[in-house]
């Protein structure tokens, strides 16, 4: 069964992403969430993002809430933060596969890439 998994890391302050607020969508008509989460200590979600029938082939977006991460934090950047919400889009194409996506964080920049 295909499934859909992310982590946080925390490459400012050398530590996992705790905490952070995670939304999924499917990228079509509806604009709501179809899964959110929260960060555990290790900077993951302690179940899949997608899984089981829900995950079908198609266009995704998760969400991160980075600047409500780095305001918890204690790391304000003035009265607007530049990077708030980290939106990565992506596709999924093989229902059968694990799609990990994980995210390097900063408060000035990211990185992803397709994990395993």
Do not use: W
């Amino acid at each position: 069964m295909g499934r859909l998994t992310t982590h946080v890391l925390d490459i400012a302050n050398g530590c996992p992403g705790a905490g952070i607020r995670i939304e999924l969508f499917r990228v079509d008509e509806n604009s709501q969430p179809i899964s959110s989460a929260t960060t555990n200590a290790d900077g993951r979600c302690d179940a899949p993002m997608l899984a089981g029938k829900e995950f079908i082939p198609g266009e995704y977006e998760l969400v991160f809430h980075a600047g409500e991460y780095f305001n918890n934090r204690g790391q304000e950047d003035g009265k607007h933060r530049f990077l708030d919400r980290v939106v990565i889009r992506f596709g999924i194409n093989q229902a059968d596969e694990h799609y990990h996506v994980p995210l390097l964080l900063s408060p000035f920049g990211y990185s992803t890439y397709r994990g395993s």
